[in-house]
């Protein structure tokens, strides 16, 4: 059975002298499980670079567009490049991933991508997550260690280098790395919502989940298959893949999982890294030996010594300890402070106070992956000029598609806000002050304020080592009500009724404007006091727990809690036109079933009928005919797709090192090269495009005809 020493380097029965740890971390060991990881990690960044770093979208991240965007940098310093170097960038950290995986100029390519890739990192906070994350710490290992001394073009070039041992604090590492990831996640699931069954919502209903539904229900599955069964896994993959006997049941477990998620969530390279790092936990020389079982490969020769290992007495059976020199030290001290360092910094947010909202952190090293699930209810965001001029601002503004978490983390709100007081500065509205009324849910609570819309962020004092006292607590005395709203909720939905639960502290109010669309609105009271002002009438009406009112449409509201403790009220509306419209929906498509796929008698009904009603039948057509692509069809535009992005990659590169070196041409000689770029991406889509989709326009109906 492999004990701890094998694994990680020592037992605490080691820690006899410090000469004897240092010298049991510079134990001989193969390097070819070493290889396997630096080749599987640096193909696996080949093919993330392109798609999940941004590089095949960097002209349009960095380019003119995107000099307005408001940006979430981890150091107020650092600043993005102009496009074309920004472009250049991507290509040199995609080459020192080439590098990584050939073994070729391995510390000279480990360097590259390691520095290029935390500064992308460093960037933009707002793109974080735990496996972004563990990326950049396996690539700064990988630039510390000699993962290159089996199977690298370094190793043929330099014959010192070739099948040789590495210290046995190499693997540590890199072990030591792996176990805490699963360990920590698993630890972090010990939240009361996670082991509750509040964390993640509807997973159930994915068809890798269909196997099991014969055993178990949507409620079940999501409760005992995701929420226990992913607390199990994690707590306990680190301890199955450490020992041999239990090693292979890791293996299917992990496997299991990381397929699944791959399905299940939209996070790149992830679960495939996951996968391919497990088996850093085989023998040292497994990779070697599957190697020699290739055709035409038999020959397995052991490794060469290496200097900066220390080998055991072949008389006496055991590590003799001798001198260990400066570089053995500081090796020795350099993994001891890195296993603390990593031991110690997801859970250092008492320190890091400014970053705590209403998580602990920044989304990014703490490894609590999915144990929050919000539900964003609405953003508004109101400014106030040096003239007290009020005004407001669209959510989103001035921000990139897909920047939403900045919401959530009072570090990027300060951020923000200050951004958005620059840009209007940059229109004539100067000295603005800026207001946030953001209203979330954290996993099935009630919608409530996440920031005190009093503040005005903006001018906000945030440090880092200081709570951060804008943002309002999470309302964490009301989850006992939460089998209530659920309970709430399925009786409403089985009326056609929707409802939104609402939650809000003594003396704040909330402006609210009911669509005319949204007939039979009511506002009932579940708990505490509110008051209700109409604008329309001017007229005020006090509520208390149990009372309802119905809320008029076409017109704002204004609800203010008027109890000593927090109010906790319920919206129940009925969306009256979007019924009518899907009924609408329905009878066409009725009418279009029973015209038996007669093409004249089809154009003439949808010539006849509403267009806005043709185009919503032939876009939920179309959705249902995409799921019906086969297999291949899907696979062969999966490897379009993916041929596209690095394509696009690949001519941006070129273009940017010309535009650097030539300078840009005009602009309509960059239009048709953009035209370029996307041509593969056009073309994969149309080639796939449902048939019902290619209908939607009414010219191609006409055009249709003409031909016909």
């Excluded at 409802?499 to 003594?506: I, K, L, Q, S």
């Excluded at 329905?586 to 009928?609: G, V």
């Excluded at 696009?648 to 840009?664: A, D, K, Q, T």
Aim: glycine share 6%; hydrophobic share 40%.
């Amino acid at each position: 059975m492999v004990m701890a020493k094998d694994l990680f380097g020592f037992t605490l029965n080691d820690f006899k002298s410090w000469k004897t740890f240092a010298t049991l971390l510079h134990q001989a060991r193969d390097p070819s499980i070493l290889a396997y990881t630096r080749i599987a990690f640096g193909l696996l960044m080949i093919i993330d670079i392109p798609q999940e770093r941004g590089m095949t979208s960097a002209d349009i991240n960095y380019g003119e567009d995107g000099e307005e965007f408001c940006r979430f940098p981890f150091f107020s310093f650092l600043k993005p490049l102009p496009a074309d170097f920004m472009i250049l960038l991507y290509f040199f950290m995609f080459l020192g991933a080439l590098g990584i995986m050939l073994g070729c100029c391995y510390r000279l390519s480990c360097l590259v991508f390691t520095l290029v890739y935390w500064y992308f990192f460093l960037l933009d906070k707002s793109t974080w997550n735990n496996h972004s994350y563990l990326y950049g710490l396996l690539g700064f290992l990988f630039l510390v260690t000699d993962c290159h001394r089996y199977a690298s073009v370094d190793g043929l070039l330099r014959k010192e280098l070739r099948d040789s041992h590495v210290p046995l604090w190499n693997y540590a590492l890199f072990r030591f790395q792996i176990f805490l990831v699963y360990f920590y996640a698993g630890l972090k699931k010990t939240n009361f919502d996670w082991l509750s069954g509040y964390s993640m919502h509807r997973l159930s209903r994915h068809w890798v989940f269909d196997p099991m539904r014969i055993f178990l229900d949507d409620a079940n599955m999501d409760f005992i298959i995701v929420h226990l069964g992913g607390f199990t896994l994690d707590i306990s993959a680190g301890f199955l893949l450490f020992f041999d006997r239990t090693r292979y049941i890791g293996f299917l477990l992990c496997g299991m999982f990381h397929a699944m998620n791959s399905q299940l969530f939209n996070i790149g390279m992830f679960p495939y890294a996951m996968i391919a790092t497990m088996f850093s936990f085989c023998p040292h020389n497994s990779f070697k030996v599957m190697m020699s079982r290739l055709p035409g490969n038999h020959h397995t020769s052991p490794a060469q010594k290496n200097e900066n290992c220390i080998y055991e007495d072949s008389t006496k059976k055991k590590t003799k300890i001798i001198n260990i020199s400066w570089k053995q030290s500081f090796a020795a001290i350099f993994t001891s402070l890195y296993i603390i360092e990593q031991l110690f910094l997801p859970y250092s947010h008492f320190v890091t106070k400014g970053y705590n909202g209403w998580t602990e952190g920044p989304y990014g090293y703490s490894w609590d992956m999915m144990i929050h699930s919000f539900q964003n209810q609405h953003t508004k965001i109101r400014y106030v000029d040096g003239f007290g001029e009020e005004g407001y601002l669209k959510p989103g503004a001035f921000l990139n598609a897909g920047r939403r978490r900045w919401s959530a983390h009072p570090d990027m709100t300060v951020q923000y806000a200050r951004c958005l007081k620059d840009r209007l500065a940059g229109i004539g509205i100067e000295n603005a002050s800026i207001y946030f009324d953001i209203w979330k849910s954290m996993n099935g609570r009630f919608q409530q304020r996440v920031v005190d819309p009093r503040v005005d962020v903006a001018s906000y004092d945030w440090s880092p080592f200081k709570t951060a006292t804008f943002v309002l607590p999470v309302l964490t005395e009301l989850s006992n009500w939460r089998e209530k709203l659920k309970s709430i909720r399925s009786e409403h939905k089985n009326q056609t009724l929707s409802v939104v639960f609402v939650a809000d502290f003594p003396g704040m109010e909330l402006e609210n404007f009911v669509h005319e669309d949204f007939k039979n609105t009511t506002v009932e009271v579940l708990k505490g006091r509110i008051s209700v002002h109409l604008d329309s009438d001017k007229s005020n009406l006090t509520l208390s727990e149990g009372k309802r009112f119905k809320v008029p449409g076409g017109d704002y509201h204004v609800i203010r809690t008027t109890s000593s403790s927090t109010s906790c009220y319920v919206y129940v509306y009925h969306n009256s036109t979007d019924v009518e419209i899907h009924g609408k929906v329905e009878e066409y498509r009725k009418r279009i079933s029973q015209s038996e796929n007669d093409f004249w008698l089809t154009q003439s009904m949808a010539d006849d009928e509403d267009q806005m009603i043709v185009e919503l039948y032939l876009r939920e057509e179309a959705k249902k005919n995409s799921r019906k692509i086969s297999f291949y069809n899907r696979s062969v535009r999966f490897v379009l797709k993916k041929c596209a992005i690095f394509r696009r990659s690949f001519l941006l590169s070129i273009y940017s090192v010309r535009n650097i070196l030539f300078g840009r041409p005009n602009q309509q000689q960059l239009s048709l090269e953009v035209e370029h770029l996307d041509r593969w991406f056009s073309q994969t889509y149309a080639r796939f495009k449902p048939a019902k989709e290619e209908s939607a326009k009414p010219s191609d109906r006409e055009n249709l005809k003409t031909e016909l």
